[in-house]
């Protein structure tokens, strides 16, 4: 079946956004060009789609990221051929990397033109092939309806990702008749949903054996809003649980059971939960390197339940005693239905002993180091007085003490670069989230490295009335470098010093480019600036924390050593006190 307008003819560009509008797709970020300028006229038009004229391609897909992750819906970028496309590129990595559902378009030259090198020609789905879900060249103006129609299909169901549409120009330009898919037929993508039976009883008889189970979760967790049937599978079992970096806030930090986050900047006790635990139920993750650490020592004594939408991921880090492929909101549901009135076994001495490490080695930052704020007390003094905001955080030091520190009591809240590590993610990245939910509070949490390659997109708040804050943590340096070159380079810094407290004047930065520019140096100006930046509601805002230089990231397990050689300082190990056990 499908869905003709009439007998009228449309040109490429006025069915792409015609197809846009069908979608449901109400804003698209991103910057015009030759190639794709025919598409800028219709689009320009539409009563329904909100174009935002963005500075940087690269700002235009992490905004997109971050609309999706907001909404739960696809986020749509667009550029043109050639350097307006390979900008994109950082923004589609790192949402392969971190599964989040965004539609790249993109202008190419006339097909008559392509592979002869022609002006701002460039292979981008070449180029892009292993950081898309899917890409496809369309060369046809009838064939747009079609291709728009499978990508939000793809982007947005099984494992989420970033999916390509490339359109000549002359696709754009010429016209057809506008024909509507009713359905989709997708030779090979059939994401399977729906877990095993057999494979839920047998998770379940795992459970009930063992004596120091764990629910290791990620994002997948927030992907499928997994969120009540986790707690309810929490409140039955009364497993501890460890949620990693992307799935902080899945289950609030204030249950009991929560013991943070794992990895490589994990507290002790999520770090001690998988390490000396005698069974994984892994949900929605992927066993990255930053979790376990030299893999041949993770968790040596567990056996694995993973379960997860995308097969690939099942066994390809960590050897797996039951696979369980499905939505992971079916599988959790799956496991409760099952478990609910089994006689499960008393997990009370495990659960003390990592309650134990979690009170003993939790974090208090104190205000000052040597004269100077310290960077830990500025974001928890931002997340006690902001509460359940949308929290961005760059990548970088900042991101950690975040990570730990932000008041994780609501799901879906948090929005980082897990995967791809992305510097330059946070300012876009919560300019998309505003736009996605324009009545919260979202703060950008960024260091000054970060924020001084994407913040040009504060004009784009300020000209949009966005009205994101933005807290840059000012320690004058590349932070997580610096703290690597402190420990492992002899103290040799080289080229990590910003000398950002002389240039650029970040306050005074702001204010140039339509935004608010505050400042703290002292405990009691951090609540004062925090405070006038929740007043301001109707443009952006930057905070600017100067912090101390060598604050460090504490607790850390070195790159490519064993969660076992944690440290929470220098030259200082945790006192796990095994006769807890």
């Known amino acids: 079946m499908t869905d003709t307008i009439g007998t009228l003819e449309l040109t490429g560009a006025q069915a792409l956004v015609e197809s846009l509008e069908r979608i449901g797709v109400d804003v698209v970020f991103g910057i015009p060009g030759g190639a794709i300028l025919p598409a800028y006229d219709p689009l320009g038009q539409s009563e329904l789609v909100r174009h935002i004229l963005v500075r940087h391609e690269q700002g235009a897909a992490h905004a997109a990221e971050g ?3 907001v909404t739960g819906k696809v986020g749509v970028c667009m550029a043109t051929s050639g350097p307006g496309a390979t900008n994109l590129v950082t923004g589609l990595a790192d949402a392969y990397m971190d599964s989040v559902p965004i539609v790249a378009i993109t202008g190419q030259v006339n097909s008559t033109a392509i592979g002869t090198d022609a002006f701002q020609e460039a292979d981008i789905r070449g180029i892009t092939f292993p950081i898309t879900k899917h890409s496809f060249l369309i060369t046809r103006p009838e064939d747009i309806p079609g291709a728009i129609k499978a990508a939000f299909h793809i982007a947005g169901t099984g494992r ?8 000549s120009k002359d696709a754009l330009s010429t016209s057809a008749p506008f024909t509507w898919p009713d359905d989709l037929d997708l030779p090979g993508y059939r994401p399977n949903t729906v877990p095993h039976a057999r494979q839920i009883r047998a998770a379940a008889q795992k459970i009930a054996e063992a004596s120091r189970p764990v629910l290791y979760l990620g994002g997948g967790i927030v992907k499928a809003e997994a969120y009540a049937e986790l707690a309810e599978l929490v409140r039955i079992t009364k497993i501890p649980v460890v949620t990693t970096l992307m799935a902080r806030g899945a289950l609030p930090d204030s249950e009991p059971l929560n013991m943070g986050m794992p990895g490589m900047h994990g507290t002790v006790a999520a770090v001690g939960a998988l390490q000396r635990a005698d069974l994984l139920i892994a949900l929605g993750t992927r066993f990255d390197d930053r979790v376990t650490g030299k893999l041949s020592s993770f968790a040596p004594n567990a056996q694995v339940i993973h379960a997860d939408i995308d097969p690939a991921e099942i066994g390809k880090n960590k050897p797996v005693d039951v696979p369980i492929v499905g939505d992971v909101k079916a599988v959790i549901a799956g496991l409760t239905e099952v478990l609910r009135g089994a006689d499960l076994p ?21 205000p000052t180091k040597d004269g100077l704020l310290s960077p830990e007390y500025c974001i928890q003094r931002l997340g006690e007085l902001s509460g359940d905001a949308i929290y961005a955080a760059g990548v970088g030091q900042h991101q950690m003490w975040a990570a730990h520190l932000l008041p994780f009591e609501k799901p879906g809240r948090w929005l980082n670069s897990g995967g791809a590590g992305t510097m330059g993610y946070c300012v876009p990245a919560a300019m998309g989230a505003q736009v996605g939910a324009p009545g919260e509070v979202v703060w950008g949490i960024d260091g000054d490295g970060c924020f001084q390659m994407t913040n040009q997109e504060l ?10 804050k933005i807290a840059v943590i000012n320690n004058e340096s590349l932070g997580m470098v610096r703290q690597w070159q402190t420990l492992f380079y002899g103290g040799r810094y080289s080229n990590t010093n910003l000398e950002s ?14 935004a608010v520019g505050l400042r703290a140096e002292t405990p009691e100006q951090v609540d004062e600036v925090i405070t006038k930046a929740l007043a301001i509601n109707d443009r952006p805002v930057v905070v600017e924390f100067v912090v101390h230089k060598d604050a460090m990231v504490w607790p850390m397990v070195a790159a490519g050593t064993s969660n076992d050689d944690i440290m929470i300082a220098k030259d200082l190990a945790p006192d796990w006190e095994e006769e807890v056990l």
Do not use: Q
């Open 67 to 69: 609309y999706a992750m």
């Open 346 to 366: 008393s997990y009370s001495a495990w659960v003390t002993y990592l309650t134990h490490l979690k009170e003993k080695y939790k974090v208090a930052p104190e």
């Open 160 to 167: 989420p990702g970033p999916v390509l549409v490339d359109i």
């Open 501 to 514: 407290r002389r240039v650029p004047d970040f306050p005074m930065l702001a204010e140039a480019m339509g």
């Open 459 to 468: 004009v784009t708040c300020a000209l949009n009335g966005i009205p994101v």
